[in-house]
């Protein structure tokens, strides 16, 4: 038997298990075995920082839509952000930021947006996105990252999907992607199909806004920039599981591929 042969038929099972599952699918439950530990320990730490955060706040923000936007040593940038997402059409929202741990910047003055920051750097950005979720009460809750940006009908338009009537659990918006210059590289809008997120990763959670359930919430494995699938994929497909999903073929997110990101290692295009 030649080398080449040896080969392919030790890649066989793997070969034939991704052909049935998906590669991202198979991944995610090496992740799941791998990273089990980090996952219990970021928990206690999740519960710990809620616990504390929820106890300075005079109540629990509350609106139609919580925007919660994770950040991390970025000010300018989270500044466009924020600004952003309170510029949006729909100003039924509160918008609570979440610092990982790195401290906040000087912030707009507005009755709609909350910022806190966690006592310690946790490096994953699920754990910052749930304490966000768990401090707001809202029906629908929307996401944005502090290197991103919302056109001002983001939220106009999820809404109008998810209010009508037999309407989905869950939509997400088409990606404007662009490069550290300001130009565009493409256009991300990919219709939801469960057996194709099995094998692409086309989902974003800056672009998706969801009915709140005890289904969302990121994943707490600590995932780095080597470590896919993202929590991204992790939480809509999980999402997706028991709730409908639905894709909206509108660009309303200004996407960043940004290779200097806290969180995910971007590769410029050649």
Same mark, same amino acid.
């Given at each position: 038997?030649?080398?080449?042969?040896?080969?392919?038929?030790?890649?066989?099972?793997?070969?034939?298990?991704?052909?049935?599952?998906?590669?991202?699918?198979?991944?995610?439950?090496?992740?799941?075995?791998?990273?089990?530990?980090?996952?219990?320990?970021?928990?206690?730490?999740?519960?710990?920082?809620?616990?504390?955060?929820?106890?300075?706040?005079?109540?629990?923000?509350?609106?139609?839509?919580?925007?919660?936007?994770?950040?991390?040593?970025?000010?300018?940038?989270?500044?466009?952000?924020?600004?952003?997402?309170?510029?949006?059409?729909?100003?039924?929202?509160?918008?609570?930021?979440?610092?990982?741990?790195?401290?906040?910047?000087?912030?707009?003055?507005?009755?709609?947006?909350?910022?806190?920051?966690?006592?310690?750097?946790? @490096?994953?950005?699920?754990? =910052?996105?749930? $304490?966000?979720?768990?401090?707001? +009460?809202?029906?629908?809750? !929307? /996401? %944005? &990252?502090?290197?991103?940006?919302?056109?001002?009908?983001?939220?106009?338009?999820?809404?109008?999907?998810?209010?009508?009537?037999?309407?989905?659990?869950?939509?997400?918006?088409?990606?404007?992607?662009?490069?550290?210059? @300001?130009?565009?590289?493409? =256009?991300?809008? $990919?219709?939801?199909?469960?057996? +194709?997120?099995?094998?692409? !990763? /086309? %989902? &974003?959670?800056?672009?998706?806004?969801?009915?709140?359930?005890?289904?969302?919430?990121?994943?707490?494995?600590?995932?780095?920039?080597?470590?896919?699938?993202?929590?991204?994929?992790?939480?809509?497909?999980?999402?997706?599981?028991?709730?409908?999903?639905?894709?909206?073929?509108?660009?309303?997110?200004?996407?960043?591929?940004?290779? !200097?990101?806290?969180?995910?290692?971007?590769?410029?295009?050649?």
């Amino acid at each position: 038997m030649t080398g080449t042969m040896a080969r392919r038929l030790a890649r066989a099972p793997w070969t034939l298990l991704k052909a049935l599952f998906g590669w991202l699918v198979l991944f995610e439950a090496r992740n799941k075995v791998l990273l089990a530990p980090s996952a219990v320990r970021l928990r206690r730490t999740e519960d710990a920082e809620t616990r504390r955060l929820a106890a300075a706040l005079p109540a629990p923000p509350t609106a139609l839509v919580a925007t919660v936007i994770a950040t991390h040593r970025r000010p300018e940038a989270l500044r466009a952000a924020v600004r952003s997402a309170l510029d949006q059409t729909v100003g039924d929202q509160v918008v609570m930021v979440v610092d990982d741990g790195a401290g906040l910047p000087e912030l707009p003055d507005d009755p709609r947006l909350f910022a806190v920051s966690l006592a310690r750097n946790t @490096g994953v950005a699920g754990v =910052v996105r749930n $304490v966000g979720i768990r401090l707001t +009460r809202s029906r629908y809750v !929307a /996401f %944005l &990252d502090d290197d991103n940006l919302w056109e001002p009908d983001h939220l106009e338009r999820a809404l109008a999907v998810l209010e009508a009537p037999g309407g989905p659990d869950g939509v997400y918006t088409a990606l404007r992607r662009v490069l550290p210059d @300001g130009s565009e590289n493409d =256009v991300l809008s $990919v219709p939801y199909d469960r057996r +194709r997120a099995a094998r692409e !990763a /086309f %989902l &974003d959670t800056n672009a998706f806004v969801a009915r709140r359930t005890g289904a969302l919430y990121f994943s707490r494995l600590r995932r780095t920039p080597e470590v896919l699938p993202r929590e991204d994929w992790e939480l809509i497909r999980r999402y997706a599981r028991r709730h409908r999903v639905r894709h909206v073929p509108h660009p309303t997110v200004r996407y960043l591929m940004n290779p !200097a990101s806290f969180y995910t290692r971007w590769r410029q295009p050649s």
